[in-house]
């Protein structure tokens, strides 16, 4: 069973479109995350969700727009798709947010990799 | 603000030796916990070990231990007896315990293991 899922794996698009990724996660964690990794494998914190609630909003442009119908999903909306979004995106979960979240351990999908042209 | 620093962009190792990769971060939060990630070149990111700033004990999780010197900032990771399968990118991260602070992660090491 897959913990934290990720669709599509790959998107290739091309510039100005506007594209969804998907997450769900089975573990019955409280918090989901988007990350962007870059062409250099840094990785950085896009949004968090707590409990269908926005917690993070990085400086992250108005173009992408997450949603999170359950807690078990967090979708990802992209709008008007720029050749500098190309990347890995990925979604994570942990178990939750408040208490110690030191301690949570985050549990990442697989990645979507988005190929704009 | 919180930063976390790995100097050794790659890495090699000879199969079945150990290996040291380095942390180091900055916080001024005394609360927060340092994780490790590998990445393998499929591209997935898998969780490896946890130490808590106030544990008092190294964490260790199978061929995996973390290597906490608190006063020094460091958090190294020590993998033994390596194995092929070990080649990967593999992150230092830390979060902090105050407010809605995410997990920041470091820029990564590329270990290769060599037969």
């Known amino acids: 069973d897959t913990a934290v899922s990720q669709t599509p794996k790959y998107l290739v698009t091309q510039m100005g479109n506007d594209k969804s990724i998907k997450c769900e996660q089975n573990?019955?964690?409280?918090?989901m995350y988007w990350y962007k990794q870059d062409s250099k494998k840094f990785l950085k914190i896009m949004f968090s969700y707590n409990n269908k609630e926005l917690i993070i909003n990085e400086t992250v442009p108005n173009r992408f727009s997450p949603k999170s119908p359950d807690k078990a999903h967090l979708n990802l909306h992209i709008n008007s798709l720029e050749l500098g979004d190309s990347a890995v995106y990925f979604c994570?979960?942990?178990?939750?947010?408040?208490?110690?979240?030191?301690?949570?351990?985050?549990?990442f999908g697989p990645g979507t990799r988005l190929t704009v042209l | 603000a919180q930063k976390i620093t790995q100097t050794q962009p790659g890495m090699f190792v000879q199969e079945k030796e150990a290996v040291t990769l380095d942390c180091t971060y900055d916080?001024?939060?005394?609360?927060?916990?340092l994780f490790w990630y590998k990445q393998p070149s499929s591209g997935e990111m898998i969780f490896l070990i946890y130490q808590g700033s106030y544990d008092q004990q190294n964490a260790t999780e199978g061929r995996y231990s973390l290597n906490f010197q608190k006063a020094r900032k460091s958090a190294n990771l020590v993998i033994s007896a390596s194995q092929l399968g070990d080649s990967a990118m593999y992150f230092c991260a830390m979060r902090e315990n105050s407010g809605n602070t995410p997990l920041v992660f470091g820029k990564g090491t590329r270990l290769s293991v060599i037969a």
């Open positions: 994570a979960s942990s178990q939750v947010w408040g208490l110690a979240p030191r301690t949570d351990t985050q549990y």
């Open positions: 573990l019955g964690h409280d918090t």
């Open positions: 916080t001024s939060d005394p609360s927060y916990g």
